[in-house]
């Protein structure tokens, strides 16, 4: 055999073994990857069943270490208040796109239609909210909002929402507040509280005071002593969560309406506290501040003789045609609201301070027409100017400087005799305004029209 046919012998040799071994390679590669394969799924089906059962192990646990930490903070609660709950405490879940129906739902077993919307129309007519203002919007997407638990004290339930989990201090930390309200129904009289007065916005606002205030005290004692550092990141990153554009954007005197009762509510409690611990805000519950200027100034509440509001009674005939809207009470904190948006605040402090007691009628006379008659009485003559100036250039600010309303104003003394009263006449927006001050007493009337001017000032005859 020639040595040619030899080399090509073994070449194709070569070449077949070559062919079988990379046919092997490959048989042995599909395998390995079909291998591969199999425990890839495996794999999978392994972290499927391991997350269902952790999911499963959270479904079944979290109630349980949900229940766990509701009844710690409860037991803190009552302890830290003094008070025993006398009763479970009924929780109740509800999910955020409930709220909105819930609030309106409240707000309608409080006020009918008509009611709520001459309620409105008094606060637009008095200055304390711009005409413009959607009161029901407002107060509805002020509340859901900011509400992040509750309790009603009409269905003695504490509500929370279905993503409250109580894993970080801020939402235990809101836990507690709304427990310490559930402490507060169950051992005082809310009934015997003004917080649901339709003709006292100052007084109800005292009584949320306290009912908040003492909320909010117990809630930073319990905050302060059960704080865990770990969990910071959590608490700020639900604090930065939080959306404050409504409230912001809302008037002003909405917007210091809702947050009066927890700020300055807090300090009052704080200092009823410091005064006499626990039984002191228990007292409080019985003998509850009247108006708010008790509560902005707590030693006027905590005198041995407390500056409690003088009743102001406001005497007129009114037209048969005339129909009665509305009547309510400013006080110091709502005038403090309706000049801080023209003086500032330091002005509007200053001017509100001294308050005695006020009264404010509307009466609806046409289309767009009113009768609005607001007397306040004031500790001291000197009180009562400081008020008069402010209210005359609140009204020389708000519209002389801001509109291009007329605005006419003349300084006069009253023809009757005595006493002497100094009076200042407004024309704005087709209304007559004439502010009137005689001693510790101020009057403003705001009409329609001259004749109807006349009209309640021979009515009203002395102011005091």
Known sequence: MSKKAILAGLLVLLVGLLGSMVWKGRRDLRRLQSEDQLLDDRLKRLMRTNFQLRAE?????????FALTRADIEENMSHLRGLTFRQPVRYRRMRRGELREYILAKLGSQYTPEEFQDYA???????????????MKAVTDLFSEQVAAFYDPDTHELFTFEDLSLQNNFERMILAHELVHALQDQ????????LRSKNNDDAALAAQALVEGDACYEMGVYLRRNYKASQILSDLGLLFSQSTEKLFSAPVWLRDSLTFPY??????????HAEGGNPALDRAFKNPPLSTEQVLHPEKYLSATPDVPRPVSIA?????VWRK?????????GIRSLFSQTLGLARAEQAAAGWGGDRYLVYETGHDQWVVVWKSAW???SDAREFFDALEDHYHARYETRTEEAFSRKRSKAERKPPVADSVFFSIANQKQNLIIDRDTVLYLDVPDAAT???LLSKLHRIN
Do not use: W, Y
């Open 379 to 381: 500790d001291s003559p």
């Open 453 to 455: 001017m006349q009209f």
């Open 325 to 333: 809207s509305h009547e309510n009470v400013v006080g110091e904190l």
């Open 263 to 272: 700020q300055e509510g807090q300090i009052f409690a704080a200092i009823l």
């Open 57 to 65: 192990k959270d479904v079944i646990l979290r109630p349980v270490c």
């Open 121 to 135: 129309k008094a606060l637009k007519r008095i200055g304390l909210l711009p005409r413009e203002t959607d009161l």
């Open 316 to 320: 007129i005939e009114a037209k048969p």
């Open 187 to 194: 051992n005082f009289d809310f009934k015997a509280l003004a």
